[in-house]
């Protein structure tokens, strides 16, 4: 190795695998190829100008436990998700874009799996058919059942946090 490698292992605390370690670190990824199209929840914000999907956040919902509500979802707000790329932008300099916006003021929605294992597409009245198929297809839901539910917390403008005082 060279003189610059070491440097940087050392400062870094960095060490090669072994071969027995690469071995299983590459069995644990390709034991995820059949998990590649399990449904999933999470969050999401729509780009009606580009009519796609961003600032996806999601896990299998396999993975997850419910909650006491007898929900599953993600830990991850809307509020926070939103604040946090805007603080990246600006601690870089850059003009943090839509993100300067308040969240709630971008069509967002969330996915949640009930205990007879329906999943529930929380949003705003925004929803239409297409951007539903959207979601379904982001979420990997294609072949699961999905109720999707309108509810003012997910209309443009409208959110809880100043409810509570977050």
């Known amino acids: 190795m060279g003189e610059l490698f070491e440097e940087v292992i050392q400062e870094s605390h960095l060490r090669e695998m072994s071969e027995e370690e690469r071995q299983n670190v590459m069995k644990s990824m390709t034991?995820?190829?059949d998990a590649q199209d399990d449904p999933k929840v999470g969050i999401f914000w729509y780009d009606q100008?580009?009519?796609?999907?961003?600032?996806?956040?999601k896990v299998n919902a396999d993975d997850l436990?419910?909650?006491n509500n007898g929900l599953k979802t993600i830990s991850a707000l809307?509020?926070?998700w939103w604040q946090k790329q805007k603080n990246r932008a600006v601690s870089k300099g850059k003009d943090p874009?839509?993100?300067?916006?308040?969240y709630?003021?971008?069509p967002r929605?969330?996915?949640?799996?009930?205990?007879?294992?329906v999943f529930q597409l929380m949003c705003g009245s925004w929803m239409t058919d297409h951007i539903e198929e959207l979601v379904k297809d982001e979420f990997d839901l294609k072949n699961s059942s999905v109720e999707r539910t309108i509810d003012i917390h997910w209309e443009?403008?409208?959110?809880?946090?100043?409810d509570y005082q977050l």
Do not use: P, Y
């Not at 100008?49 to 956040?57: A, I, K």
């Not at 443009?156 to 100043?162: F, L, V």
């Open 97 to 102: 874009g839509i993100f300067a916006k308040n």
């Open 104 to 106: 709630t003021e971008i």
């Open 156 to 162: 443009i403008g409208h959110g809880w946090s100043e």
């Open 31 to 33: 034991d995820n190829f």
């Open 49 to 57: 100008n580009n009519d796609e999907l961003f600032g996806v956040s």
């Open 78 to 80: 809307h509020k926070s």
């Open 65 to 67: 436990q419910f909650n």
């Open 109 to 117: 929605g969330r996915i949640f799996q009930r205990k007879d294992g």
